[in-house]
């Protein structure tokens, strides 16, 4: 016999299956939405069902959009001869809330990665060359994740948009702001090292 | 203008109400939503609804149940001259868990804390004080939190039912198995020593 009614392991159950949920948040979480009012849970049903329903890859940069294109692909205001291109959507939080941006974006969908099974044919990558051919791109900055396989993926991008009239950057690596230099690891302090600049 | 589209920025916010969900596993968990397959997104709506529209309080322990009563209090394997009485639902859990425990529970709905507001008449004590009169109750396990509205709840209860021909007994204070005595803290070490056993 469950510990619990049947609805209630149901929904523990489903909740765990969700990243960063233990079997112990599950359970808080479940009381707590049993224990609130029915609206607030019935909204939260409702988010997950429009979600569903209405959320696709923009067919232009796809990122997440509620129709055809996102909402930065759709702004007037943005700067369309800049692309920076990303691993997945939720890159694109970080970036816009830096403020320095006002260009468009590219989500690939991921990083190059053989031993996955990741390969360039898997990521939007003839799209995004096809976007730089087609949109008259003036500069492409790559910022796919600072480890091995989003630097490979910027690598091989590279390679594939250098017989295009496009400048190609990636976003400066080295120590965090407000980080410790005694708690640096040596990979990251090697580069900040090496993009030294002039003061 | 939001970062993401309106019905994921919705999904997010509403994740983020959620007990032990921050802004950034909100955000996780958005996205893991959005990838994963429709039906798994619509199977936690669905328990969400589920839970809200079957689950109330058992009329007699006050535990989570799906009908009037909740699986423990039907199932007719559990001995009924014992109730074991906990603050939450969510504490049942561990202590089914331990299998050491046939007997009947009654969920307070919390502890006494004057400072907050909750008086006797908040919890679930007086119909506790019912039960023990017209079940025939042997035994009354006072397993509300070791802490001090906790004590204090079962203090209260203990003197409620003085009258009545129960044993009132409560969980065992003492070092944690598997913890390390340099590290318990002074007050369980106290516990520990007053309630020491014969070996």
Known sequence: MA????????????LSRLPSIGPRSAQRIAFHIIRSRKEEALAL?????????????????FNLAEGEECDICRDPRRDRGVICVVEDPYDIGPIERTGEYRGLYHVLGGALSPLDGVE????????????VRNEGTRELILATNPNTTGEATA?????????????????????????????ADEVTLGRAFAGRREL
């Open 155 to 183: 690598m091989f991008i590279a390679q594939e948009v250098r017989e295009l009239p496009v400048r190609v950057t990636a976003l400066a690596s080295g120590l965090p702001v407000g980080g410790d230099l005694e708690y």
């Open 45 to 61: 049903a409702e988010a997950l069902r429009e979600v569903k329903e209405r959320i696709r890859p923009c067919r232009r940069c």
């Open 120 to 131: 360039p044919e898997d990521l939007h990558i003839a799209e995004l060359v096809e976007r």
């Open 3 to 14: 510990t619990y009614a049947r609805p209630v392991e149901r929904l523990i159950s489903e």
